[in-house]
């Protein structure tokens, strides 16, 4: 009879074995993927090992066999792997004991999230203590390949575990899980029932290398009885993975059907995606993945609580179902996979420690999708044309968000223009600069609360009088875009309604004295309109933007705009205090009025602002006075 040897865990590595039971996994469910991770890597490990000792291979093929007891309720997970020894069991199941661990435990104690404990031990490799989250009793045997000897391990999860020498025929390691009762309030599921096993499995393992086998109940047997008839069910084994993950076949090789099938199951979409795409990186990391652009946006993609991302795989098994780190935020949309050998991760799988292998992982899938919508919207019209009416206004957030690739994104953007005059956005900045007229050098917008403000802005009257394109910009986004757009191919975006107007060699030197003269000849109205409206504004000037329209406002070179100043308030941000620039058209009746106007020239001065305000959008202050000058002018005219 061999001699039992109790080891007894130090007081703090009880409480950091608590701390990753309790505190450490999301879903109790996880334990069995981690089991099964350790298995397969049992696996590698003999194979790699055979390769220069054939010896340890067996005759048996390798697999990962599971194996569930009614009475009392047990699930087994067995491997004919690498096994371990008495020292590297002691060494692989006693981790937790190693030195370091107090100090490790009072950072631990002085932890304030979740996240925070597992970076703080995610170097531990700790997957298989995982188990105690659905156990009470854990029993290994295992037989390290070579050896003669098995060994047995036991433990509760109290804080000892038992060692002793054990049975077992071939090399290997089986794990018995004594399970706890169910209790479906704290995610503790019947995990001795097939169909919880069989779920989990297809969840997290379906593309482990390795058979998983499940010795369970003929589904044909399980059916008969179920329908009362008097059967006696055999058991069969069954393969519960598929084992062919779809992104490591070549794209050539893969049916539409199997994409979409394979789609269907990773973002719970059943239309077809709009386009995919399959690629292997190579060189220091290497991963491999599958993305889909879906063909039409998911419900929740401006939601703020949705949580988007790719599933992550390591070795073909799924640590994460939604990694937000590998794209960013403007990419929201994109579903599919990413798998790779060799990742860093914590203690749980769930939260991937901060690595400059997830930035460039990050960085090759977002450069891959950029160049994806790139050759779309070269060769593909009508897909991209889809494709932007679903997400375009998300990706417009990546102008602001993503720098390295801003100029990707921004030949991708689209926008409405006084080209079609028409609210679809089908033009590019490189359309429109290959449109601009000679002696144009820079790309002209407007920003508004809506297409039709945009559409009719009167700081539009003299670019549509000269032929010049300018583009209507109403989406709310739009503002941060040309904040953070400033130029294109050397062009630089300019807005129509800030700072003085200069159209350079659009305009010829007899228009150009002219303005000059209309300055001068009116500079004594511009001050007196400037000294009745006082605070309201910064400036009163002579304007050569309008032709049809009396007056307009717009905003100095570096003061923010008006839709933009509305936008702020709109979200309750306070917004810098700033006048807007009167500027009057010199040519038209109200102002000829204006000028020769003795005495009702405040009431006429304020409303001139008060419509140039309505013009761009805004609101006024005071609409009831407004109302009531209106009404009081009307009245003397008529009177008169």
Request: net charge negative.
């Amino acid at each position: 009879m061999s001699t039992v040897e109790t080891h007894v865990f130090q007081a703090e590595t009880k409480r950091l074995l608590d701390l990753m039971i309790h505190s450490l996994y999301s879903n109790k469910e996880i334990f069995l993927r981690e089991l099964i991770s350790n298995a397969s890597d049992a696996l590698d490990r003999l194979r790699f090992e055979a390769l220069t000792k054939p010896e340890l291979l067996g005759a048996d093929p390798l697999e990962i066999r599971l194996e569930t007891g009614k009475e009392p309720r047990t699930l087994t997970i067995h491997d004919n792997g690498i096994g371990m020894n008495r020292e590297e069991l002691i060494a692989h199941l006693g981790t937790i004991a190693k030195s370091g661990t107090r100090e490790l435990v009072e950072k631990l104690d002085a932890a304030e999230s979740k996240q925070q404990l597992a970076e703080m031990i995610g170097q531990f490799g700790v997957g298989f203590y995982s188990s105690f989250m659905v156990a009470e009793r854990v029993v290994v045997v295992t037989r390290r390949a070579g050896d003669s000897q098995a060994w047995r391990w036991e433990s509760t999860g109290d804080g000892t575990y038992a060692l002793e020498e054990g049975a077992r025929e071939k090399s290997g390691t089986s794990i018995t899980l004594t399970l706890k009762p169910e209790d479906k309030e704290n995610g503790l599921e019947d995990f001795a029932e097939r169909w919880a096993i069989q779920r989990v499995v297809r969840r997290y393992s379906d593309f482990v290398s390795y058979p998983i086998v499940l010795n369970t109940e003929k589904d044909e047997d399980l059916d008969k009885k179920a329908m009362g008839e008097e059967v006696e069910v055999r058991m069969e084994d069954k393969v519960l993975n598929s084992r062919q993950p779809i992104w490591t076949r070549p794209q050539s090789e893969v049916t539409a059907d199997e994409y979409n099938a394979f789609y269907r199951q990773v973002s719970h979409d059943w239309n077809e995606p709009l386009e995919v795409h399959s690629f292997k990186a190579e060189g220091r990391f290497e991963y491999q993945a599958l993305l889909f652009i879906p063909s039409e946006a998911p419900y929740d993609l401006y939601y703020v609580a949705s949580k988007p991302g790719l599933q992550l795989f390591v070795k073909r098994i799924q640590i994460m179902e939604r990694c937000e780190d590998l794209l960013p935020q403007y990419l929201r949309f994109v579903r599919g996979v990413v798998d790779t050998n060799d990742l860093p991760l914590n203690v749980s799988r769930e939260i991937l420690q901060e690595s400059k292998d997830i930035e460039a992982i990050r960085s090759g899938c977002t450069k891959k999708i950029l160049g994806l919508l790139e050759d779309l919207a070269a060769n593909d019209q009508e897909k991209f044309t889809k494709f932007w009416a679903e997400f375009g206004m998300v990706l417009k957030e990546g102008a602001g968000q993503d720098f390295a690739n801003k100029d990707k994104i921004a030949g991708l953007l689209r926008f409405a223009s006084t080209h079609a005059d028409n609210d679809t956005q089908n033009v590019s900045l490189a359309e429109y600069i290959a449109r601009m007229k000679d002696g144009q050098d820079k790309i002209y917008y407007i920003t508004a609360d809506t297409f039709n403000a945009a559409k009719n802005s009167p700081h539009l009257e003299v670019f549509r009088k000269k032929g010049i394109e300018v583009m209507l910009l109403s989406d709310r986004i739009d503002e941060w875009v040309v904040g953070s757009v400033t130029e294109f191919s050397g062009k630089s975006l300019v807005s129509v309604a800030k700072g003085g107007l200069d159209l350079g060699n659009l305009e010829d030197e007899a228009e150009k004295q002219e303005q000059e003269k209309q300055a001068n000849d009116h500079k004594e109205l511009t001050e007196k309109i400037k000294a009745s409206l006082a605070e309201r504004v910064k400036e009163v000037r002579v304007t050569h933007r309008l032709t049809d329209s009396p007056a307009c406002l717009v905003a100095d070179e570096h003061d923010l705009g008006a839709n933009m100043m509305r936008m702020l308030k709109a979200a309750g941000q306070k917004a810098p205090t700033s006048k807007p620039i009167l500027e009057i058209n010199p040519t038209h009746p109200v102002v000829v009025r204006l000028k020769a106007e003795q005495k009702h020239f405040d009431d006429w001065t304020a409303v001139l602002f008060d419509q140039a305000l309505l013009a761009e959008g805004g609101q006024l202050d005071d609409p009831a006075g407004f109302v009531k000058r209106v009404n009081h002018l009307m009245l003397e005219m008529s009177a008169g």
